[in-house]
């Protein structure tokens, strides 16, 4: 009796993320970066979030006499509310089931794929373009024992490689002004299944303001990024197969963030009072929006 040879298969590399000219620079700037409103928050309890913070502030805060005090007081509560941010966005990605994968799009050092593992028991696969960032979340992952159900990858969010239907939910938090918004939601509605959820905190113009602010120029010249337009959201949503469900707006509740930002003295990057300035001319607003796929 002969036996058959056993033919072993190769596993087949991750692909190397394709980078135009300007996403080979957003990954040069990512991984180059060590800014300390992004680390010395995350720090408090290794979950590190690369977005904003959402909530009325506790100014008491500000009132602490003891300089060493003070300045972590502030850095834990804008923790806090950066933290609140995340779950908000969470809190929109369910109901999910601890054998759901979720897609984390732009996942920074990997908070928020931790906070919807934490939430709802569920896989996570986080995405960045920058090689830093994804070897810090893993390690991170291996750290807090979760890498068995969490994992970063080296990828470009506009071509993942993953297959096809296989997310019940996806999001991008503060991420999508790096890219265009067609090929960023083709890519979510084939990544999800029928019926999943995907969901998006983003700071966009309000175009019914004008065109672009020199407020919201200001912004993209510091983060090297391009704000798109309110409506071209929902454009392109439609396009793609996304349907809103719920939309709501957290500029008022964002503002809280950027006052108490604008006096962390050892956090403040000069960017403060643009957003504030942006926020209260009506010219930017902070939205979240939650689309299914249909």
Known sequence: MTTAPVTRTAPVPAPVPTQSTYQSRVADYWNAEENPVNLELGRIDDLYHHHYGIGEADWSVLDEPDPELRRDRITNELHRLE???AELLASHLGPLAPDDRVFDAGCGRGGGSVVAHLRYGCH???VTISTKQAAFANEQARARGIDGKVRYHHRNMLDTGFA??????SWNNESTMYVELDLLFA??????????????ITGCYDDTYGQASREVSLINAHYICDIHPRSEYFKAMARHRLVPV???D???AAIPYWKL????????TGIEDTFLDAYRNGSFQYLLIAA???
């Open 83 to 85: 933290h609140a941010q």
């Open 124 to 126: 996570a696969d986080g």
């Open 164 to 169: 096809s239907g296989a997310y019940a939910a």
């Open 187 to 200: 890519e979510h509605a084939r990544l999800l299944r029928r019926g999943g959820r995907y969901v998006v």
């Open 246 to 248: 719920h939309v709501q």
């Open 250 to 252: 957290l500029t008022d």
């Open 261 to 268: 930002r604008k006096q962390a003295g050892h956090l403040v």
């Open 292 to 294: 299914d796929r249909v």
